[in-house]
């Protein structure tokens, strides 16, 4: 079965969302599979893999098929030998390196409270990611759903004016700061050098 992708909502939002059948992220991809993949982004924001068992290994592999990966240098957790995963996934999780429930003041898990807010992915990077690859492992029974919004369709339905207010305008996103609006302001001298957006250029 060759891959496909059909919009999910086509009446009354055939460009937003797309689901992909004919693809088993656990297997290499075809050359024909990437080109496919690439352009169901091209055309939607976000792709639903639906039914995928995979291992962190087979993530990564598959992502890999899709260009060069960026390292997990926007989680607090960066020594390897203190992560649960490797420095080539994000681990948006309540677990330590030994797979405990983090204490409720435990920074890692304050510093991911801010994965609660609306917010794009790596946009706090010089060159931000083109994608980001979700795999949910573990879900509770009810909420902790993961939403997404559709910022191309939210800019094309701006009115002409406020297009070319924006046009030239160039946004600068800090991680310290999205943080610190939870409350969370407990950084290293390090991690504040680190995460200190580039100026614009």
Request: hydrophobic share 35%; glycine share 6%; aromatic share 8%.
């Amino acid at each position: 079965m060759s891959l496909a992708i059909e919009p999910i909502d086509p009446v009354d939002r055939p460009f937003f969302a797309g689901v992909v059948s004919g693809c088993d992220a656990s297997r290499p991809l075809s050359p024909a599979d990437v080109d496919a993949i690439h352009a169901g982004m091209d055309r939607f924001g976000v792709l639903v893999f639906r039914d995928q068992r995979i291992t962190d290994d087979q993530q990564v592999a598959f992502a890999r098929s899709l260009g060069p990966l960026e390292q997990a240098t926007g989680d607090i957790v960066t020594a390897p030998a203190e992560r649960r995963l490797s420095m080539d996934l994000n681990d948006i999780s309540n677990l330590d390196k030994d797979s405990r429930v983090l204490a409720r003041d435990d920074r890692r898990r304050l510093f991911e409270l801010g994965n609660l807010l609306w917010h794009s992915d790596s946009s706090f990077k010089p060159v931000p990611a083109k994608y980001s690859i979700l795999s949910a492992r573990r879900i509770p029974p009810a909420g902790g759903n993961t939403e997404f919004a559709d910022m191309r369709a939210a800019y094309d339905a701006l009115d002409d004016e406020t297009k070319a207010e924006l046009h030239d305008l160039i946004c600068r996103h800090s991680q310290l700061y999205s943080r610190g609006s939870l409350g969370f302001s407990d950084f290293t001298d390090e991690e504040r050098l680190k995460w200190t957006p580039d100026p614009p250029r």
